[in-house]
Each structure stands twice: as structure tokens, then as C-alpha cells.
């Protein structure tokens, strides 16, 4: 399964991952974390703009329709499931797919309770520029690209073509894939989402070839039309053992998770986090402000909080009397 990994520490603000060697915060609660008695919620929050744009319109909501103090905490992913296990976070807003911690908290321990689906659907795959697949449609499946390896080589990849993936701490499938599908090619890592968004829109800007690992949903779909590479298709337990996947990566509905305490004793906040669900656009509007746009996460949120007041209003839990 994906999982994506690099953050930073973060309190009450929400900032793009730029590079690697992030702080981990694994160990270090947040200071509004099960504090008695306090009207406070505590959100991870992951590098990816994607994620961050879910938690800045939740941490919006929050504080100006139901008077929480919201603080965030950026932590590696499978950590995260560590600290939200112990109540250092109080909710996670975006998971990708964790089976073994799933079952080890959720189901084993049971300190950690489903909140539901996002609303959002991910999916990872290989990418290649649009306007390269229509010159050379054939490129859009993995059986022809070691045909054009020779077109995909960087300095960084030597004799061979390039993947370029993200941050080295992202745990993918693709060495795996090229390893196991005989691809002439050589995965190298951007160093993080800002950095392998730079070199993508910079190939874009002069009309070269690239190949690259991708996701969405993704704001940069929009500024960069990308044509996704056909890998064998993904069956059931195709991906169980990471040495040996030569299969494509899962359509996977993404997933809130929330400490149990917490979902059973957050009151208004909780229930709100358990209602929270949205589109694909409406986390790309969001996303689309921060990372292209520049506004701050709080900025952003209050745009879309003003424009879709219809969506949000049926998130919130009813007032009691």
C-alpha cells in the first residue's frame, strides 16, 4: 500500500513541506492535546497540499462556526497512527491505506475509531505530459517504455530513463515496478511534492519529455494536463508483497480516522470531523488557492467556507437548546 511521508512541525498554521529532514514530532503531544476540560481539537496534518487544504477549512469551521482553539501537528504518517493511538492528536483527516495499523489499532486495540469517508478517492500511478502522449500515443502504456527511455534521461538517471519520484521518504512501489516489469529506468527523487512540482512545471514550460510519479487529486492537473501510463491492472493482494508488485497502484477511497476517547467524548467537534466530506474539486479549489495561488490556508479556507456555505452547513452538528 502508499504511503506518503515527510512533515514538519507545525502549531495553529498550516505550511507547505519544502524539503527533506522535517522535523518528526512523534514524540511531542501538542499542548492542546487531552487537555481536560479545554475546548480544543487537535489535527495531524500531512505535507501534501491536498491534506492540508482538509484541515485548514476543518480548523476554519472549528474555530469561527463552533468556538474551538484548533491546533496542528505535522508527524510522518505511520508514526501518526502512534501518537493518535495515544491522544498526542486528536484526529487525521486523510489517510491513503493502512492495513497493518488499521488493524492493529482499530481493530486490536481499539484506540483509534473510523470517522468515515473523506468523499475524495485517491489514486497513484506514472504520468507522462499530455502533449508528449499525443505525439506518441503508444507511450501511454508500460509495455512501450523502454522505447522511449532514451527521450526520459536526465543527468541524474545516467544511461537510463527517468521516474521521478517524490521525496525519498515516500514509501512507493516503484523500484519494485521497474525492477519487475524489466523498464531501462532509474527512479529519482525530487526531494518533496515543491520540489517535484517545480521540475514538472519547469519540463512543462519548455515541452520536454517527462515521466513522473503522480496522484490525485492534485491541483497541478489543472496548470499541467499530465496522461496517465497504463500498468498492469491492480488485483486484490497484487501489492501484499513489496518485492515483488509489478501491478498498478489501487483506487483507494481516502479515510478519517479519530483517537477513540476523542470520538466519544468530543462533543461537537467530533461529530463535525465525523461529518466532514467533500468532492475532489472542492479539495483542489482549496488546494489550488494555497499552492498556486499563495494565499494562506486560513485565506483560503474562508473563500471556499464563503462560496459553498450550503456544503459546510451540513457538517456541523446540530446546537442544542
Known amino acids: 500500500m502508499f504511503r506518503r511521508t515527510t512533515l514538519i512541525a507545525s502549531a495553529a498554521v498550516l505550511t507547505l513541506a519544502t524539503g527533506c529532514g522535517a522535523a518528526d514530532m512523534t514524540r511531542q503531544a501538542s499542548p492542546f ?4 476540560g479545554a475546548k480544543t481539537v487537535t489535527l495531524s496534518v500531512q505535507s501534501w497540499v491536498g491534506a492540508q487544504a482538509n484541515v485548514a477549512v476543518a480548523q476554519y469551521l472549528l474555530e469561527h462556526e463552533l468556538g474551538y482553539r484548533v491546533d496542528t501537528v505535522q508527524v510522518d504518517e505511520i508514526p501518526a497512527w502512534d501518537a493518535l493511538s495515544q491522544g498526542r ?17 482499530v481493530k486490536e486495540k481499539k484506540t483509534v475509531t473510523r470517522g468515515g469517508d473523506l468523499g475524495v478517492t485517491g489514486h497513484i500511478g506514472w504520468y507522462v505530459p499530455t502533449y ?17 527511455a532514451d527521450e526520459f534521461r536526465t543527468a541524474e538517471s545516467g544511461g537510463k530513463g527517468q521516474l521521478m519520484d517524490g521525496s525519498p521518504s515516500y514509501v512507493t512501489n516503484d523500484k519494485a515496478l521497474v525492477k519487475n516489469l524489466g523498464l531501462d529506468y532509474k527512479v529519482v527523487f525530487a526531494g518533496s511534492e515543491a520540489a517535484q512540482i517545480t521540475q514538472i512545471r519547469q519540463f512543462a514550460n519548455e515541452k520536454k519529455p517527462f515521466l513522473t510519479y503522480w496522484y490525485s487529486p492534485q491541483w497541478l492537473f489543472e496548470k ?6 497504463k500498468l498492469p491492472p491492480h488485483k486484490e493482494g497484487c501489492d501484499a508483497d513489496p518485492a515483488k508488485v509489478a501491478c498498478a497502484y ?8 479519530l483517537n477513540t476517547d476523542f ?7 467530533a461529530a463535525f470531523l465525523k461529518n466532514f466530506r467533500w468532492t475532489t474539486e472542492d479539495q483542489n479549489e482549496v488546494s489550488l488557492m494555497i499552492a498556486e495561488q499563495r494565499l494562506s490556508p486560513e485565506t483560503a479556507a474562508k473563500k471556499w467556507a464563503e462560496r459553498h456555505e ?7 452538528p446540530p446546537r442544542k437548546a
Open 33 to 36: 492535546a487531552n487537555a481536560r
Open 89 to 105: 492528536v486528536d484526529a487525521l483527516l486523510e489517510d491513503w491505506g493502512h492495513p497493518e495499523q488499521e488493524q492493529r489499532y
Open 132 to 148: 508528449f502522449a499525443k505525439k506518441h500515443p503508444d507511450v501511454t502504456h508500460w509495455k512501450n517504455l523502454n522505447k522511449y
Open 224 to 229: 499541467v494536463p499530465m496522461t496517465e501510463v
Open 250 to 257: 489501487p483506487h483507494t477511497p481516502l479515510q478519517k480516522y
Open 263 to 269: 470520538a466519544e467524548k468530543g462533543g461537537a467537534a
Open 310 to 316: 450550503s456544503t459546510w452547513r451540513a457538517w456541523l
